[in-house]
């Protein structure tokens, strides 16, 4: 719904035939006949130097939106507020990516330092140093059983791998993989 025209000094509403209404740059407006009464480039209502403007269907669209009713309008810009908010929002998420890419960068460097803090030898396994007494046979040494001492031994070979095979085993893959989601 259009917001109502009249005089701000006589009241009167456009009609048949229709005076013409005009708009001053202190923000009143008022029929022909009134503007008229006053003096020439002097408000009737607030008596401060003003400019007057013919409203009519060629009146610039900015100054014709002061008459136009809220719910015309929201209906006008709603398409355009909608594509400001869509570009918004697609910028909000590209940088919001961007951030958890370094996010990801910084913890698997940091995951990095952590595991070379921890084992600070080179990732390739360690050479075995030759045994003095390698030349001797497991068979040879005496080793007491367990009925022997009431003890149990120990196998002198671990079962288990060496923190430094376990290391080498372990492959960290610095470049994301495509199929992955961030």
Known sequence: MAVPVFCNSCYCKPHQPTPRFCLTTCGHVFCEACLHKGKKDECLICKTACQTLVLSKQTNPDVQALFTGVDVLCKKYAKEITQILEFQEKHRKHLLLHYKQKILKLIKTTLNLYLLSCFPFSMKPPEKPALPFSSISRNSLSIPSRKQNGY???????????????????????????????
């Open 152 to 182: 149990s031994s120990y196998p002198l070979h671990s079962s288990r791998p060496s923190t430094s095979e376990m290391v080498e085993s372990m492959e960290i893959d610095p470049v994301p993989s495509p199929m992955r989601k961030v």
